[in-house]
């Protein structure tokens, strides 16, 4: 093996690559032979540093700079300066949004967004190149699958998955070693059974499962290993969306190299025991990421729920017993196995155990994918690792939990986060989105995108999911264009628990969720819509004016602006809208360098 | 055989039911009815409509009819919160749904109106939205779907894909936009369909519906210059009663030709006639088979579902099938030649209307190659719900008619000819012809009972003389293909096959009266139905075909003997190979 003196960390996770990383790849690799410094100086492509907003990033090691928005022609610059100088080029160096500090010395765990984060299921994330299998086997990688295969009995292993206390991570937060016990069933290994991995990740802004997958999937691979041991299986489906062509190609290089390995395969170190991978696809449906949809999917028919019992750990896959996982879920097995339950269960609170990802989004300073331990306030995430709230905006409120999640007002922002708090206050862990509002947010809308997402998510199987959620809609329509009426806050809660309590799956169960919640802490925005016609956000384009104060200096800019000619107004003179004329474009609002012009 | 039993409670009644039995399956047993919409019995169990959903006390609401009851198990089926729920869920099922009551053929046998009627559910007003329109398709000569009714339980995908192994439709499109459709949204007309209406059976509302022939039938009886002769199926008089409020299985035969006569046809005469008919041709053609080496085993050909599922999904079987015409067509050829020359009426003037249990008649009397007279064998075909509605609306009061005879000429027949409408009931009927055909002495005892009963696919070897005749009965296509499957393997080996293209046989055909999913649940059309055709072969003198002194005149004076030159001219036909799709 070479010996570099210097790495060069490039992401190459799904958000980098569409901001240009590959480009840059290729020219720091172009500049370093030109500088002769190839023999000294190794560039790696690495899966998702999480902190998506800064990208593209690139890190160099040993010292842990931390490149942040590189541009393709500040690459010569760093090869130049950094690498060739020991220089570092410190306005390339990250700045921390919140605090607005840039120091060059600080190395990339000691930032705010890293320091408090414990990575687990990403430790490997960014930090090795996910297509070299001798990367993760020297970052501890298959140690697991050795010391679960030869020195554990399969009962031990699903013993030590129990004790972690490791809930499900993809949404409804099942123990896993209870899943695991029951698809091991009375322990015989006559039967065919299953291990399937759910990677079919769909929740709006959700991305911790592609990030594994780029960034490190041999662990995914590892993990579902251990457990068509542990289970009895020797046949491994994952299931995982063609929109992550990225995380599709990686898997399939490390299957091979692992087949290659003899990791996977026959008689896996000589223990007698066999196991095989497939990947399937799916074609982009959310329903599918339902367990029973997924492995109707499989099977090649619509992918459509079915009734449980019988669960899949009697009758699953292709009707044999089946054990499914999401893949964060496995991505915490390996460290399990290798460091022990106790080190797992020392993490988190006493029902949630261990780390959890969440990807952060909307409107907050850092967005990109976060991992910390359960039990982390909510103010902690948001504010510390986050970095607040941009432009100096008010908080309003956090959607977690995606499209079957609820919204968590101001009022809860010091909740520990953890699964059952998070359904103590309308709202659920989810496979880990957390999207932040600020004060421009109206909830009503909030909670029609959700659900306008359900709905042509549904698939069409049961009524409720599929009439109720569209009725649902509807309303919401009907009350963000100012069309709602007296009543239509009870039809809502009226449809939404009779959906929750009668539709077939998951999907339809938690679809009510962003409605249900956002009128348990927001009903008087929502009464405002229907009684004012007003949205006190000032969002909903149907219930807002635009109005020119007397900051108006007579610029004529807005009128020019106006697509409609609803501004009329001499020079320097304060203008008017007619709000008869005004399409509530917002053209004008943006052209005004006075701030003259509001929403009211 | 000894089942492990459990017992359970459903609102405070305690139950024993044995393991495997679903909480809906458990509660009817309690006396206690869980309101469903898409579960059908045997044929479709998914939990989709959550109209039953019930509480044990989980988590979660658990769909009764997908739910196995376990042992020490306590449900609630009705409480206020799910009286709500399913109130909330039809309200919402109306809501998409067109709501057209009045005009609906179902109305009155409705499984949606009944329930909003049971649940006081008036309309679905309060959560009043988009609804999607659809083009009636009504291409097929057979079915009309009509999705603006759908409810989208899907019992006639599962009984066209399970149970006929057909699978024609299904779901299309996800969420709110979901209709059943066929592939390519193509038409029924233009896909392998076989017209065997079970779809029809299966609908809970008035998505699926029979093409009305009514006023085609109508407007023969208005025009003064036609000759119109009517013929009811075997199966018809078994059901027909139900559609005036008869007990299932009460056999209407006679009231049945009263009201016949009474509706204005010229000549009623009887299909039955035409299954000994049937049976003379086909039991010599068998022997014929045997004797000559023909291609073997011989399949039946009296079910045009079956003949087209034949042609379409079993092309290399095609020789198999009996060359014989299926009763109604036999019996509209001989009214187009023999009883026209005899009662000196030109055919061109003579209309001939079948009543039948069938919505796949339809498309066979639309068959070119059934004309062996130069006019159409049959000129409309009605189905037994069709003859209902004529009855109702002419205004008779069919309880109160007396019963009538058939017309002679061609309306006596034997109890062979009768059990026709049940599966296994051709075979029997041919096997009492083929025995005394072939060992020229008396068969005493004619009843052949390995072959009756519901069970899909029934095998027998029949001693007849010194030989033995192995032969094997199917009843819904589905069975039929695993039975050819078994054949074509060289798996099983027969010498005449008895095919019916709907589950039980005619008694349960696609045009027979629509019993409601919940009857469904302890009364079984399939049984109650062929009791009654049992039991009128029971009743009668004369039970095996080649005895009818009718058959024996139209040979003598007419036909010649069986498979003779001019029989075949009118009573044989020939088959095609069908694609998968056509446009």
């Known amino acids: ?600 | 055989m000894s089942e492990k039993m459990i017992s359970l409670t459903i609102d405070n009644v305690k139950v024993e039911v044995p393991a495997g039995t679903t909480v809906l399956e458990a509660a009817k047993q309690a006396g206690i009815n869980i309101p469903t919409l898409c579960y059908l019995k045997d044929i479709n169990a998914i939990g989709a409509c959550r109209m039953c959903v019930v509480d044990t006390g989980g988590r979660a609401l658990q769909a009764a009819c997908v739910l196995p009851a376990t042992d020490g198990m306590v449900v609630k089926t009705n409480t206020p919160a799910l009286r709500e729920y399913r109130k909330t869920l039809l309200e919402l099922v109306l809501s998409a749904h067109d709501q057209k009551c009045l005009t609906c053929v179902r109305s009155q046998n409705c499984e949606l109106q009944k329930l909003c009627r049971d649940l006081g559910v008036e309309s679905g007003e309060r959560f009043a939205g988009k609804r999607n329109e659809y083009d009636v398709d009504d291409a097929s000569p057979s079915i009309v779907r009509d999705n603006n009714k759908c409810i989208l339980c899907r019992r006639c995908v599962a009984v066209c894909a399970k149970v006929q192994n057909v699978g024609v439709i299904g779901p299309v499109n996800r969420g709110f936009a979901t209709a059943i459709e066929s592939p390519w949204n193509m038409k029924l007309a233009q896909m392998g369909c076989i017209n065997c209406g079970q779809c029809i059976t299966a609908c809970p509302v008035g998505a699926l519906r029979e093409k009305d022939s009514t006023d085609v039938v109508w407007n023969y009886l208005n025009d003064p210059d036609l000759h119109v002769v009517v013929q009811p199926a075997p199966a018809v008089r078994a059901a027909l009663g139900e559609e005036f409020g008869y007990p299932m299985g009460t056999s209407v035969t006679g009231q049945m030709a009263a009201a016949l006569h009474r509706l204005g046809f010229d000549k009623v005469f009887d299909t039955d006639f035409a299954a000994d008919l049937t049976i003379m041709e086909e039991a010599n053609e068998l022997i014929a088979r045997i004797q000559n080496k023909g291609v073997l085993p011989m399949i039946t050909s009296c079910s045009p579902g079956w003949i087209k599922f034949c042609e379409t999904y079993y092309p290399d079987f095609l020789d198999n099938l009996s060359t014989c015409k299926s009763p109604h067509e036999m019996l509209g050829a001989m009214v187009k030649s023999y009883y026209a020359e005899k009662a000196g009426i030109d055919p061109a003037k003579i209309r001939v209307v079948s009543v039948m249990p069938c919505t796949a008649k339809k498309f066979e009397a639309k068959r070119e190659e059934l004309a062996g007279t130069g006019y159409p064998d049959v000129d409309a075909v009605i189905t037994t719900r069709e003859l209902a509605r004529m009855i109702k609306e002419a205004g008779i009061d069919f309880r109160a008619l007396p019963n009538e005879d058939f017309d002679s000429l061609m309306g006596e027949s034997t109890g062979a000819g009768v059990i026709f409408g049940a599966t296994g009931g051709v075979m029997e009927a041919a096997l009492r012809t083929a025995y005394e055909a072939l060992t020229g002495t008396v068969l005493e005892n004619v009843d052949f009972r390995a072959v009756r009963g519901i069970e899909g696919i029934k095998e027998a070897d029949v001693k007849i003389g010194d030989q033995t005749i192995s032969v094997a009965v199917a009843n819904g296509t589905g069975n039929a293909s695993r039975l050819l499957d078994s054949v074509r393997s060289g798996e099983k080996n027969y010498l005449f096959i008895e095919v019916m293209g709907c589950p039980g046989g005619c008694v349960n055909g696609g045009g027979q009266p629509i019993v409601p999913a919940q009857v469904r649940m302890t009364c079984d059309p399939r049984v109650e139905r062929a009791k009654a055709l049992y039991q009128e072969d029971a009743d009668k003198p004369l039970r095996k075909s080649h005895e009818n002194p009718e058959i024996k005149q139209i040979y003598a004076d007419y036909l010649g003997k069986p498979n003779s030159h001019k029989a075949h001219e009118l009573l044989h036909t020939h088959y095609q190979k069908r694609e998968l799709y056509n446009d």
């Open chain 1, 1 to 600: 093996m070479e010996i570099y003196r210097a790495h060069v960390l490039v992401c190459g996770g799904t958000g980098c690559s569409s901001s240009g990383s590959a480009k840059l790849i290729e020219r720091f690799n172009e500049k370093i032979k030109e500088n002769d410094l190839d023999k000294e100086v190794k560039v790696i492509r690495t899966g998702c540093f999480g902190l998506c907003e800064a990208g593209p990033v690139v890190i160099v090691y040993p010292d842990g700079t931390f490149y942040s928005r590189v541009k393709e022609e500040n690459v010569d610059e760093i090869v130049t300066e950094h690498l060739l100088k020991g220089r570092k080029v410190e306005h390339l160096v990250y700045t921390d949004h919140a605090t607005h500090e840039q120091n060059a010395n600080k190395s990339l765990e000691d930032i705010n967004f890293y320091k408090d984060q414990t990575r687990v299921a990403l430790r490997n994330c960014g930090v090795i190149d996910p297509e070299n299998i001798d990367e993760y086997i020297a970052f501890d990688g298959y140690r697991a699958l050795e010391k679960a295969l030869t020195q554990m009995t399969r009962e031990q292993v699903i013993e030590e998955v129990l004790a972690s206390g490791l809930r499900g991570r993809g949404g409804g937060g099942f123990p896993t070693g209870l899943k695991w016990k029951f698809a091991y069933g009375d322990g015989s290994l006559g039967q065919q059974k299953y291990v399937a991995c759910n990677a079919d990740e769909g929740d709006p802004g959700a991305f911790m499962d592609r990030s594994i997958l780029e960034g490190d999937p041999h662990s995914v691979i590892e993990a579902m290993t251990i457990a068509g041991y542990a289970i009895g299986a020797s046949e491994g489906y994952i299931y995982v969306r063609a929109e992550y062509p990225i995380a599709v190609q990686r898997l399939r290089t490390a299957i091979k190299q692992a087949e290659e390995y003899g990791l996977l395969g026959d008689n896996i170190f000589e223990t007698g025991f066999s196991f095989r991978l497939h990947i399937r696809l799916g074609a982009g449906a959310f329903v599918c990421g339902e367990e029973t949809a997924l492995m109707t999917s499989i099977e090649g028919h619509r992918g459509e729920p079915r009734p449980r019992p019988p669960f899949p750990a009697v009758k699953g896959l292709f009707g044999q017993p089946t054990m499914l996982n999401n893949v964060e879920t496995y991505a915490n097995i390996p460290q399990i196995i290798l460091k022990g339950a106790s080190w797992f269960s020392s993490m988190g609170t006493e029902k949630s155990k261990g780390t959890k990802v969440f990807a952060l989004g909307g409107k907050i300073n850092n967005t990109g994918l976060v991992e910390i331990p359960m039990g982390t306030p909510l103010r902690k995430v948001i504010y510390d690792i986050g970095g607040g709230i941009p432009n100096g905006k008010k908080f309003k409120a956090v959607q977690t939990g995606g499209p079957s999640g609820g919204c968590i007002p101001a009022e809860h922002i010091d909740i520990p986060i953890e699964y059952d708090s998070l359904i103590s206050i309308g709202s659920m862990m989810g496979s880990g989105g957390m999207i932040v509002m600020d004060e421009d947010n109206c909830m009503v809308d909030i909670a029609r995108f959700f659900l306008d997402f359900t709905v042509d998510e549904s698939c069409g199987k049961c009524a409720p999911c599929r009439i109720g959620t569209r009725r649902m809609l509807e309303i919401l329509n009907r009350i963000v264009e100012g069309k709602g009426e007296e009543g239509d806050i009870e039809k809502l809660e009226a449809l939404g628990k009779t959906i929750k309590a009668t539709a077939l799956c998951g999907l339809g169960q938690t679809a009510p969720n962003p409605v249900l919640s956002t009128i348990r802490y927001f009903r008087n925005e929502y009464e405002a819509h229907i009684k004012e016609k007003r949205c006190p956000a000032h969002h909903c384009r149907n219930l807002l004016q635009y109005v020119i104060t007397d900051k108006c200096r007579g610029c004529t800019a807005c009128a020019r602006a106006c697509p409609a000619g609803a501004i009329t107004g001499t020079v320097k003179q304060q203008h008017h809208i007619d709000p008869a004329k005004c399409l509530k474009c917002g053209a004008c609002m943006e052209k005004c360098r006075f701030g003259a012009i509001i929403r009211e």
